[in-house]
């Protein structure tokens, strides 16, 4: 198993692009969440899902969308660059039953540079 | 809501010396209990964890006990390593149906030195 992976590592923006930070896992988890990492500020959630076709807010929503076609998969979407955006993003997975329920397995990271 | 307070950082402890980082919650209902451990460059890790009162978790060395009465989940460790320095995050998720967020401290960052 690959577990959680997430592309690309790195990024580099200017204010007003946007962008799609990918994220897949292959443990056939049905729960998977972004978030934010700020220095001081811990992680912050942005986005989650349930399952496929279900997607909610976390405590940071603004300025981000995502979607849930598949249960591998979970892009989020910048729509328009911010340097407030600069940051580092976690991509995480989890079952929702069984013995590691509530467990997240959490991506590599992508660091999120906006000029 | 729920939030998890954990001591500040950084830590700075020499190789073998005693580990304690300190971290309370709240939470309304029952919450499970975490240790994530994210070492340089890495993402987070799951360490231990416990799912009810007077649980222990414990991995690596590392243990955690669950403290209804103090709403307490304090790590601890008997001899640190270099291997060890990390930044430390509690977090919890609340026991309520469907629920799987978690609710993180803000991490306390562990230096280790030989």
């Known amino acids: ?115 | 809501g729920d939030s998890v307070t954990q001591m500040e950082g950084p830590v700075t402890l020499s190789e073998e010396a005693f580990l304690t980082i300190n971290c309370t919650y709240t939470a309304t209902g029952y919450p499970s209990l975490f240790w994530y451990v994210q070492y340089p460059g890495e993402g987070l890790q799951l360490l231990l964890k416990a799912t009810k009162a007077d649980d222990k978790g414990s991995n690596k060395g590392f243990e955690a006990t669950y403290r209804k009465e103090t709403t307490s989940f304090h790590l601890e460790k008997g001899s640190v390593q270099v291997s060890d320095s990390a930044v430390y995050f509690c977090a919890l998720s609340d026991s309520g149906a469907g629920s799987y967020q978690l609710t993180f401290g803000k991490g306390t960052k562990l230096s280790v030195i030989p």
């Open chain 1, 1 to 115: 198993n690959a577990g959680v992976t997430q592309t690309p590592k790195f990024q580099v923006l200017k204010t007003g692009q946007s962008m799609t930070l990918q994220c897949a896992q292959d443990m056939n988890h049905e729960y998977m969440s972004w978030y934010r990492q700020d220095p001081g500020m811990g992680l912050r959630l942005i986005h989650y899902s349930v399952g496929a076709g279900i997607t909610d807010q976390g405590e940071v929503p603004n300025g981000y969308n995502v979607s849930r076609s598949t249960t591998e998969d979970f892009p989020l979407r910048l729509l328009s660059a911010a340097p407030s955006q600069t940051s580092v993003y976690f991509c995480a997975s989890s079952p929702t039953s069984g013995r590691s329920y509530n467990e997240q397995f959490f991506g590599p990271g992508t660091r999120l540079t906006v000029l």
